[in-house]
């Protein structure tokens, strides 16, 4: 874990994690800061100890309004909470560094937010209401259903099926340009 300024390494991974490693005072002591420990208060949303922008949209499945294309992955980026723990050029270059899955730099660089995808608390192993594994569960104000299929991930296939940015992404591992009526997207035949 790195300290405050992004390049101190703090105290060392353990087994677990604590609430308190994202919840925290922003300018906390134990990593590096003059301020008390703990979640008592921070400039940023929800107590979070550092930046982490969410995407947003109007309504699940449309355009996303605050896209960071070609984002900073530095302490000072979007995804500053992220960059405590993990490597963020690593992340993004999964595709050349450890394959997990190729579409992360896309994606990523084309300005959409972790928060997207993953969800920062954990998730269960089986529940209907998560939408994959590996904490990647969708944030439902961000992703729509295709048609009327379950948001959903799959790691075997590595695709997903679900309306996004107004693109839908298809079983086959296909996208295209989705068409929203009565509030209900389906792909479009153009
Ligand atoms: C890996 C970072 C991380 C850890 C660890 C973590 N959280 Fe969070 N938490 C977040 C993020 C990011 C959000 C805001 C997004 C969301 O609501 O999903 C959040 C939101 C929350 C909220 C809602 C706050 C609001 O303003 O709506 C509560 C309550 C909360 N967390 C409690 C906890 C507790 C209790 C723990 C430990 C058991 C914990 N969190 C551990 C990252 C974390
Ligand atoms: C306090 C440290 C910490 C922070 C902050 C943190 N993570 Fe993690 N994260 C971890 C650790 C440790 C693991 C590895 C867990 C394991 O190997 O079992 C992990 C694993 C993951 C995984 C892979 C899960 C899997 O099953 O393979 C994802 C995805 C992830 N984190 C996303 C995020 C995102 C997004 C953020 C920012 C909101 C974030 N993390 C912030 C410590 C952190
Ligand atoms: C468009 C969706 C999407 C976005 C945006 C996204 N991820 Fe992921 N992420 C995934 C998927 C899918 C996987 C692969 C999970 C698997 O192996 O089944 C993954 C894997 C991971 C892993 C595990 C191993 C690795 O390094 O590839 C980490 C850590 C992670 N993401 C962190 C992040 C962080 C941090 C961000 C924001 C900077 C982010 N992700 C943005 C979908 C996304």
């Known amino acids: 874990m790195l300290d405050l300024d992004g ?4 105290r060392a991974m353990g087994t677990q994690i604590f609430c308190t490693d994202c919840h ?3 300018d906390n002591r134990e990593f590096g800061g003059s301020g ?3 979640p008592h208060g921070s400039r940023w949303t929800h107590i979070l100890e550092r930046r982490y922008e969410f995407s947003r949209s109007v309504t699940p499945g449309a355009q996303i309004s605050n896209l960071f294309p070609s984002p900073d992955l530095s302490v000072n980026g ?4 992220c960059g ?5 050029s690593t992340v993004e270059n999964s595709t050349l560094q450890n394959g997990s899955w190729p579409a992360h730099y896309k994606h990523i660089n084309d300005g959409f937010s972790c ?9 269960g192993a089986s529940s209907g209401t998560i939408t994959g594994e590996r904490l990647v569960n969708f944030d439902g104000n961000v992703v729509a259903e295709n048609g009327s299929s379950p948001i959903s991930y799959s790691h075997a296939a590595n695709t997903c ?4 940015h107004g693109v839908a992404h298809n079983a086959d591992g296909t996208v295209g340009k989705a068409i929203a009526r009565k509030g209900l997207w389906s792909r479009s035949k153009h």
């Open 7 to 10: 390049s101190t390494p703090g």
């Open 24 to 26: 925290n005072s922003d």
């Open 36 to 38: 008390p420990n703990g």
């Open 78 to 81: 979007p995804y500053a909470l």
């Open 84 to 88: 405590k723990c993990h490597n963020l």
């Open 115 to 123: 928060s997207a995808c993953h969800t920062a608390h954990g998730m």
């Open 161 to 164: 099926v679900l309306v996004c």
